[in-house]
């Protein structure tokens, strides 16, 4: 049986990139428009030039996606239906969305519009794919974070298109799971807007104490995916679309890097110069990512956070020749006059030294302007590098190549074409009619201008059409098939007609390429104001605790607590404290909490944790949060769900869940306007928590204290260990595992929002939760109290924020984070 070819998905952060994709062979590019793009920082395309962009696009036999995958407020759901609008208008391929209720509003505003699941939709089981489905989409982006085997299994279980990222950078965190930028800078990535804090060093912190990590730190920062030697299999797993990374980066990448996967999906192996053109042009280092398997001493190396490149030789030392200090270089791989180099430094890039080789010296003295693998030559980075009198022995890398771009700029001189079949006929009497169809299926018709006539010589033939047909190359088309059976035999037909009828051909073949969806009259505040909560009554109210460990539930409990959620590390250990809690006097309200990702295989984890029979479970995926109306367990949907406005809102409580807690990208004004409607009384918001910055697969307990590449081999130093990342400012991040071996870093200062209390309970919320990390039983203790009084009334908020504040002792106990309003 034959296997679909997959589709080449490149990226355009401009119009250059966007031609350098199609002149490279991509199938389709991905942009985004100048609001809603999870590439904020990209150049990214004008709306009102979309149908522009389309069409191009469409003539020259490409898709274009447009990425309106990021968060949304209330305030822009009329905003970005415009933008939706022009999408479905311009002809757009297909919308990729993150949120559910831009889904929502996607479906109703543009029906036949198709839609994909955003990688930023934490998309890593079937039934994340499933949901996706229901929600109207015909194809899921999946995590970065799934392996080969999990990618089968997740088509082994759905009937969606798969799309799977095989080039480019690589986030630490989960796509839609990263807080940091919001937390600390008040820049989300889930609004496009990154700082890459992954990409800072820190210091690791083990029991309390410094941990020498020799030159390793950058110990969040992973190498980039690539993933060319894994197409074949890929392509066996029958994945819809191959995707690369890169919005944020120049045509050179785009071109090299989608004609390595051009080459690769049409069958040929990896080419080496290829290969190595595509890393030149960026790479922080570079591997299979998570498609292999998950090896937590591979996908981060703790030495670098930025491009480096091609590794080129090592660099033994410094040498003063004809009074020029010369790096002496033992080469590995082609060097070159003219080329970018960079010598490794040590910790966070101490001594790096760069720039571009001017000269080069073998070891006879004799200038040479390339130095094959294998060779000894002593290079000058010009009169700009003054180069220390020493180096120790490092790697040396090739940052830059002048020859790279050699092949965008000549690709550039021939258009990409689409290939034609074409079919003639005609009887004498008659116009000749010619019938095109293009390999991306559009088809168009064209008459001659004048009728065919007996011939009384030199008829005319099959070849002689063919050769005037042929003639397309002012055009984006080339000749494939031509079929002229229907041409009677001995006409004649003046070869201007002929001519006139080709263009007329081509002419109309460009006029198909512009399409249109159809749109309804529903408006965006139609569905705002249509969105409503449940019949049902709201949950009960109170205030619930997040444990990690027994002591911090009993002691919240014993402060007057509504009920805990038990966060543990271990399965064993939950039910355990769920079955102590429950035999306290009077009995506990005692709600769990799974991992926040599932993967294929981990749904046992939420069948053991439901068979405990809690009184709640949080639902923290999209799988999960298609099971909760079949869940025999109240279900609250929790912060990793991401409801940002009422239509999110409404699409998480149709689904059968309880409650639901607003993400932590809301401000105060935004949290406020979301719980200031009728969803208030079915909103459990997080009043104090450390933020969770980071969740990610990779385990820095692994990497860092053993040589195990998984959970099978690493000892497990997680359940004798903590360990936190000591930032640039001094402060600690603890870092924790959960039952799926996967770590979250926590903010090192708890958020606090009990200067909102007031206006929540004004709101209709009535229910809070304080998340712990490694609280002690006497923080929990106050915790609990502070926060009872304000709910309470029996305490002012401006007091409890004092107090808070002075807990930690250097006056910054707590931080409002992402809730603090940013202009």
């Not at 110069?273 to 595509?278: G, N, P, Q, R, T």
């Not at 041409?487 to 073949?509: C, E, H, K, M």
């Not at 309200?589 to 405990?612: C, F, M, Q, S, T």
Request: charged share 25%; hydrophobic share 40%.
């Amino acid at each position: 049986m034959s296997v679909r070819r997959p589709e080449l998905l490149a990226p355009a952060g401009d119009e250059a990139s966007l031609d350098a994709a199609v002149a490279a062979g991509a199938d389709a590019v991905y942009f985004g428009l100048k609001s809603y793009s999870a590439r904020a920082r990209a150049e990214n395309f004008d709306q009102a030039a979309l149908d522009a962009t389309m069409r191009e696009l469409h003539r020259r036999g490409r898709k274009g996606y447009v990425a309106l995958n990021t968060l949304v407020f209330d305030a822009e759901l009329g905003p970005l239906e415009a933008s939706v609008r022009a999408c479905a208008e311009a002809g757009v391929d297909a919308v990729i969305v993150q949120d559910l209720g831009v889904a929502r509003l996607v479906r109703s505003v543009a029906p036949s519009l198709p839609l994909h699941a955003s990688t930023q939709m934490t998309c890593t089981d079937a039934g994340a794919a499933l949901l996706a489905r229901e929600l109207g989409a015909s194809r899921v982006i999946l995590a970065r974070e799934l392996s080969l085997e999990d990618i089968a299994r997740v088509r082994a279980g759905s009937d969606l298109e798969l799309e799977v990222f095989v080039h480019g950078a690589l986030c630490v965190a989960y796509s839609g799971q990263c807080l940091t930028s919001e937390a600390i800078g008040g820049r989300s990535a889930n609004r496009g807007a990154c700082a890459q804090a992954c990409r800072l060093p820190y210091e690791l912190m083990v029991d309390g104490e410094r941990r020498d990590t020799g030159d390793r730190a950058y110990l969040l920062s992973p190498q980039d995916l690539e993933a060319s030697a894994l197409v074949p299999r890929l392509v066996e797993l029958g994945v819809a679309s191959l995707k690369i990374e890169g919005r944020l980066k120049g045509p050179d990448y785009v071109f090299a890097t989608t004609r390595l996967y051009r080459e690769a999906i049409d069958g040929a192996a990896p080419d080496a110069v290829h290969l190595a053109e595509a890393l030149q042009t960026f790479s922080r280092g570079s591997g299979p990512g998570f498609l292999g398997g998950t090896d937590h001493q591979r996908l981060v190396d703790g030495e670098t956070c930025d491009h480096r490149g091609v590794l080129a030789g090592t660099v033994r030392g410094v040498r003063d020749l004809g009074g020029r200090r010369m790096l002496d270089v033992a080469v590995t791989d082609t060097l070159r006059r003219g080329d970018g180099v960079l010598v490794q430094g040590g910790y966070a890039g101490e001594g790096e030294v760069g720039g571009r080789v001017w000269t080069m010296r073998d070891e006879r003295g004799l200038d040479v302007e390339a130095a094959k693998p294998g060779s000894r030559v002593y290079a000058w980075l010009g009169p700009d590098r003054e180069l220390p009198r020493e180096l120790p022995e490092r790697r040396l890398f090739r940052t830059s190549s002048p020859s790279v771009g050699q092949g965008l700029e000549a690709a550039g001189r021939e258009p990409a074409r689409v290939a034609i079949d074409v079919v003639v006929a005609g009887t004498a009497g008659a116009p000749l009619s010619l019938h095109a169809t293009a390999a991306d299926g559009r088809a168009a018709s064209a008459e001659s201008d004048v009728v065919l006539a007996p011939a009384k010589s030199a008829p005319l033939t099959a070849d002689a059409i063919e050769g005037k047909l042929g003639k397309l190359g002012e055009t984006t088309y080339e000749l494939r098939a031509l079929d002229a059976r229907g041409l009677a035999d001995g006409v004649i037909l003046p070869l201007s007609s002929l001519n006139r009828a080709r263009r007329a051909l081509t002419a109309a073949l460009d006029e198909r390429a512009a399409r249109r969806h159809e749109t309804t009259q529903v408006r965006s505040s139609d569905l705002v104001d249509r969105a409503a909560p449940p019949d049902r009554a709201p949950p009960p109210e109170g205030l619930f605790v997040l444990a990690r460990n027994l002591p911090q539930a009993q002691a919240a409990l014993d402060a007057g607590a509504s009920g805990v959620y038990l966060d543990f590390l271990e399965l064993v250990g939950t039910g355990a404290a769920l079955r102590a809690l429950r035999e306290r006097p009077g009995g506990a309200w005692v709600g769990v909490a799974p991992p926040r990702i599932r993967k294929p295989g981990e749904e046992k984890i939420d069948r053991y944790l439901r068979d405990l029979r809690p009184d709640a479970i949080l639902v923290r995926g999209l799988g999960a949060l298609r099971e909760a109306a079949d869940c025999d367990v109240p279900c609250v949907g929790d912060f990793s769900l991401n409801v940002t406005n009422r239509l999110s809102a409404a699409e998480v409580l149709g689904r059968g869940v309880i409650a639901f807690t607003p993400s932590f990208d809301l401000d105060e004004s935004q949290l406020r306007a979301l719980v200031e409607s009728p969803f208030g009384p079915f909103a459990e918001v997080v009043v104090h928590h450390p933020m969770p910055l980071f969740h990610m697969e990779h385990c820095v307990f692994a990497a860092m204290l053993s040589n195990g590449s998984d959970h099978r081999t690493c000892g497990r130093p997680c359940e004798s260990h903590t360990v936190s990342l000591r930032d640039r400012a001094g402060v600690d991040h603890p870092i924790e595992a959960d039952v799926g071996c996967r770590n979250t870093v926590f903010h090192g200062r708890a958020q606090s929002a009990v200067g909102l209390v007031p206006a929540l309970r004004a709101a209709g919320v009535r229910r809070h939760r304080i998340e712990l990390v490694r609280e002690t039983p006497g923080d929990v203790a106050e915790l609990v109290a502070t926060y009872s009084a304000v709910l309470s009334g029996a305490s002012e908020p401006g007091v409890a924020w004092r107090s808070l504040r002075a807990r930690a002792g250097d006056g910054y106990g707590v931080v409002r984070g992402s809730l603090r309003v940013i202009a």
